[in-house]
Every structure is written in C-alpha cells, then in structure tokens.
C-alpha cells in the first residue's frame, strides 16, 4: 500500500496573508509601520543570498526579547480573532475544503511562518507542523531559524517516510521539482495576492 501525504504552504496558499508579517503588524503596530519601511531595500537581498533578511531583522527588531509565553498568547488571540475569526475572509475555501475531505491520508503543514503562529493551525485536523523555529533564552525569544528557502531540506526528510507526497504551493521552491517521481507540486494561484483566489 502506497504511504501518501499532503503537503501544504500556509502563507498565500492556504490562507490570503503572510502570517508573520500580520501578526506583527497586530501586536506591535506603531514598531511595525516605521520598520517595514525602513528595511524595505533588504528586500532586494532575499534573492541573491536565499534568505529572507528582511523577515528576519523585522522580526528581531518588533519582538526579540519578548516573553515566550506572552507571545503563544498572543499568537492564540490573532489566530481565534483574526485567522479563525473571519474565516470566510482568510482560508481557502477550495484547499480547505479538498483536505477535509482527504481524512486518512497525513496532512503536513510545511511554512517558513513562525512556530508561535503555525501551531495554532493544528485546530484544522494537520497530523505535523513544521515551521520556523523559535530560540528561546531564558523564557524570551532570542532568534528564530528560518524555514525561507530551506523547505526542501524538510521535505527530504519526509520522503524517507512517505512513498509519495503531493505539495501544495503557491510559491514552491525550484529544488521541489528535482526530488524525483516521490513528490508531485501543484502550484496554485496566490491565494489573496494581487486579489487573485486560487
């Protein structure tokens, strides 16, 4: 028997907003509206060295130092009030729709947004969660290590598990299509982005 699994993006893909950013937009909105523009220029950066500078400076600069504990809770509010809140407005409806129907085959949320925020999405019957990973000192967020550009690598991991994976992506990355006949990419259409819906 074939061992199938689902492999599905967050961001973009199966919810119309970069988690990350909206959170910290939510929490510290006054920190968040001077700095993303500030940094804007590291944007051109992302695509020549493969990491997302400005993701990472944004974020150690509105919540480094912040209480662990206090931003899970944070993080439970925005997605119960926001994400879960206004459900029709965020969630693809056609993706979210397609997995409930698949119930026994495993479902992998794979995103680069914060584990804070990705654990909340566990609520939408997701068997794992892999996202990036929060380093905490001392009760307090010190660092993250991001999931930008390095999804690959997880899903190199998972093959050793699975015969086969279909990934759902709006954004895949290139090394996606060179992992052999095991993993199947479908691309959708940006969900919310550019006001188009997948």
């Known amino acids: 028997m074939t061992r199938l699994a689902f492999i599905i993006d967050l ?51 509105c919540i480094k130092g912040w209480n662990q504990r206090k931003l899970k809770q944070l993080a439970r ?4 009030k926001i994400i879960k809140g206004k459900s029709s ?8 729709s397609f997995l409930h129907r698949m119930r026994n085959v495993p479902k992998i949320l794979l995103t680069a947004s914060l584990d804070i925020i990705a654990e909340n999405f566990k609520d939408l019957s997701f068997d794992i969660i892999v996202s ?39 954004n895949p990355e290139p090394e996606f299509y060179v992992l052999g006949s095991k993993v199947i990419v479908v691309q959708i259409p940006a969900y919310g982005k550019y006001g188009k819906r997948a």
């Open 11 to 61: 961001d973009y893909t199966l919810v119309k907003t970069n988690t990350t950013f909206e959170f910290l937009k939510v929490i510290c909105p006054k920190r968040y509206l001077i700095l993303s523009k500030i940094l804007k220029p590291l944007l051109l950066l992302n695509a020549i060295i493969k990491r997302d500078i400005y993701k990472f400076t944004l974020v150690m600069m």
């Open 77 to 80: 509010v925005y997605y119960e």
């Open 89 to 96: 407005m965020y969630f693809n409806d056609i993706l979210l």
């Open 132 to 170: 990036s990973e929060s380093y905490i000192k001392d009760g307090k967020l010190s660092s993250f290590h991001d999931l930008y550009r390095r999804k690959n690598l997880i899903l190199k991991i998972l093959l050793k598990y699975f015969d086969k994976v279909v990934v759902f992506d709006d």
